[in-house]
T-cell receptor, first 115, second 114 residues
Framework: DADVTQTPRNRITKTGKRIMLECSQT?????MYWYRQDPGLGLRLIYY???????NKGEISDGYSVSRQAQAKFSLSLESAIPNQTALYFC??????????????FGPGTRLTVL | AQSVTQLGSHVSVSEGALVLLRCNYS??????LFWYVQYPNQGLQLLLK??????LVKGINGFEAEFKKSETSFHLTKPSAHMSDAAEYFC????????????FGKGTTLSVSS
């Protein structure tokens, strides 16, 4: 079974709709992240959470919100989706205790299309 | 601030040829460096990482990278390309375990022709 799972894997929605992307992990890591990937831009950080009570904005948080429901669950919401939020979204986890490098483990991604 | 620059958004090689994907970083403190690979329609998979233990790092699938502090580089190489190596490759930097997240380069797409 995958250590980091994301649902849904693909989603098509319309402008103005609220949508939630979910991430679950069985790695037991405290740290979780949401990134978006756009062609030619690499991955950019949206939000990150170091534990259930610690949530922080990343580089491109405008238009997004998150919820850390438990150590294992971290959800990303688009309150009112717009077309330029069409992208591939990745959830990741890390455990800084593993050598201190902050190596991250990624989910399979959610492809979101906003029409 | 930390940053990563990947030179060349697209690299094409023939099967059996040397693969060289370039990555330069900027960091005011000793960094941790990573190469991730993304195969079509898949997530990111760690190829290798530099954590200051050794400057030449060997990873999966025959890839390796050398950390050169004087050149602020961490180039990825493979002696002989295989068709299955066709993918997108990302270099990333993290300054320490307290760092907020990884900072990624924009990626290099590797194409391998027969």
């Amino acid at each position: 079974d995958a250590d980091v799972t994301q649902t849904p894997r693909n989603r098509i929605t319309k402008t103005g709709k609220r949508i939630m992307l979910e991430c679950s992990q069985t790695k037991g890591h405290d740290r979780m992240y949401w990134y978006r990937q756009d062609p030619g831009l690499g991955l950019r950080l949206i939000y990150y959470s170091f534990d259930v009570k610690d949530i922080n904005k990343g580089e491109i948080s405008d238009g997004y919100s998150v919820s850390r429901q438990a150590q294992a669950k971290f959800s990303l919401s688009l309150e009112s989706a717009i077309p330029n939020q069409t992208a591939l979204y990745f959830c990741a986890t890390s455990d800084p205790g593993q050598g201190g490098s902050n190596e991250q483990f990624f989910g399979p991604g959610t492809r979101l299309t906003v029409l | 601030a930390q940053s990563v620059t990947q030179l060349g958004s697209h690299v094409s090689v023939s099967e059996g040829a040397l693969v060289l994907l370039r990555c330069n970083y900027s960091s005011s403190v000793p960094p941790y460096l990573f190469w991730y690979v993304q195969y079509p329609n898949q997530g990111l998979q760690l190829l290798l990482k530099y954590t200051s233990a050794a400057t030449l790092v060997k990873g999966i699938n025959g890839f390796e990278a050398e950390f050169k502090k004087s050149e602020t580089s961490f180039h990825l190489t493979k002696p002989s390309a295989h068709m299955s190596d066709a993918a997108e490759y990302f270099c990333a930097v993290s300054v320490n375990q307290a760092g907020t997240a990884l900072i990624f380069g924009k990626g290099t797409t590797l194409s391998v022709s027969s």
